[in-house]
């Protein structure tokens, strides 16, 4: 499968645990976003990789939420603490170029997370 | 910031019918503007996109249309069929500039149900 994938799949914690997540791009996709998308809503950014640089948070990013992309390929997403308002789909997408110049923003298939 | 609004929240249409789903953006810079659509457990999949520079794209029996001038586009789905049974969400990107970052910003959904 050459497309973005995830994992894991699903993580239930019990709140106050930390989780990692992580995503894996399409090979030689330098851009790389995070979303979280909860029941019935739309997906939600959170935070833009270009190759290993951290260009931008959204202010939805609390200082419990931390994200890497060490070598400019994968992405880690590590949540401290967890709250049960944490709970929701975590999904990571990629492209190469610019959306405005014909790319397209490919999304991987989520963690789904749920905190108990 | 960007904001989408997406109407109507849920839509049901006898198969073989059309379907329409509007979308309305506030920042006039937003250049990009993709479909997706989601089902259920899913990852989001792009069904369709249009740019700044054109009016109108089809793809068999999908089509989009873009009023700049009125900030709104839509979805208009032809002939319709029971898979075409989902979540479609719209979603407006503004060009990243320097450091590139095209942010998608998401309207609420629809659901779609097609009645055999």
């Known amino acids: 499968d050459t497309g973005v994938s995830q994992d894991p799949r699903h993580k239930i914690t019990k709140r106050g645990q930390n989780v990692t997540f992580r995503c894996d791009p399409i090979s030689e996709h330098n851009r790389l976003y995070w979303y979280r998308q909860t029941l019935g809503q739309g997906p939600e950014f959170l935070t833009y990789f270009q190759n290993e640089a951290q260009l931008e948070k959204s202010r939805l990013l609390s200082d419990r939420f931390s994200a890497e992309r060490p070598k400019g390929s994968f992405s880690t997403l590590e949540i401290q603490r967890t709250e049960q308002g944490d709970s929701a789909m975590y999904l990571c997408a990629s492209s190469s170029g610019l959306l405005a110049s014909g790319d397209t923003q490919y999304f991987g298939p989520g963690t789904r997370l749920t905190v108990l | 910031g960007e904001n989408v609004e997406q109407h109507p929240s849920t839509l049901s249409v006898q198969e073989g019918d059309s379907a329409v789903i509007k979308c309305t953006y506030s920042?006039?810079?937003?250049?990009?503007f993709p479909w997706y659509k989601q089902e259920l457990g899913k990852r989001p999949q792009l069904i369709i996109d249009?740019?700044?520079?054109?009016g109108e794209k089809k793809d068999q029996r999908i089509a989009v249309t873009l009023n700049k001038t009125a900030k709104h586009f839509s979805l208009h789905i032809t002939e319709t069929q029971p898979e075409d049974s989902a979540v479609y969400f719209c979603a407006a990107s503004i060009n990243g500039g320097n450091f590139g970052n095209e942010k998608l910003t998401f309207g609420t959904g629809t659901r779609l149900t097609i009645i055999p």
């Open positions: 920042d006039s810079a937003s250049n990009y």
């Open positions: 249009i740019r700044s520079n054109v």
